[in-house]
């Protein structure tokens, strides 16, 4: 059993902190189990043991990497609030960054545990949206409408068809969904 705060945390933490800074030192394809352990200050089994291999490691770090840091801003009115949101998601998925995150998180999940994580960061997002506009009297969608009318073009367009892809696209979106 994993102790919260415990070992295994300290391992994490250290080892998804050797991994973002030798990503940013040498770059990500320079990157190898034994080069994470040694920075991380652990035995390249312990990495084996935990992630199976460096892709899983690293989209177990684009997973943590993407998980939101605060809630969303409050604008006043779910339009505002909601728009303000997907052009922030767009701005951090859309970027080279964001881009190589969610091919990581992708690529070593073969059971999609991790590509669920992330959707679940987003609905949790959506749903503050949605529950503020709520508490003031406001008519909203379901979180599921809009992961469906306003991430999921978001997410096609990003990883499908980027060119033109711009914040007005996702104003667009949002426009559309809330549209009587």
């Known amino acids: 059993m994993v102790r919260p705060g415990g070992r295994s945390a300290r391992v994490q933490a250290s080892v998804h902190a050797a991994v973002r800074d030798l990503v940013a030192e040498v770059g990500r394809d320079a990157l190898t189990v034994p080069l994470v ?26 997973v943590e990497r993407l998980r939101p840091d605060t809630d969303p801003a ?36 073969p059971d999609g545990g991790n590509a669920g994580q992330c959707s679940a960061y987003a609905a949790e997002q959506i749903r503050v949206v949605l529950d503020r506009a709520r508490e003031r009297g406001e008519r909203a969608p379901d979180a599921e409408t809009v992961l469906d009318r306003v991430v999921a073009p ?13 914040a007005a696209y996702a104003r667009r979106l949002v426009a559309a969904l809330l549209a009587p």
């Open 74 to 109: 409050d604008h006043g009115a779910l339009a505002a609030d909601l728009a303000a949101w997907a052009e922030q998601f767009l701005d951090e998925m859309a970027s080279p960054t964001g881009r190589a995150y969610i091919r990581d998180a992708l690529l070593g999940d």
């Open 37 to 62: 352990a040694q920075r991380a200050g652990v035995t390249p089994s312990t990495i084996y043991r935990r992630w199976g291999d460096l892709q899983e490691l690293l989209s177990d770090v684009a």
């Open 154 to 166: 978001l997410m096609y367009r990003i990883l499908f068809r980027p060119d033109g892809l711009d």
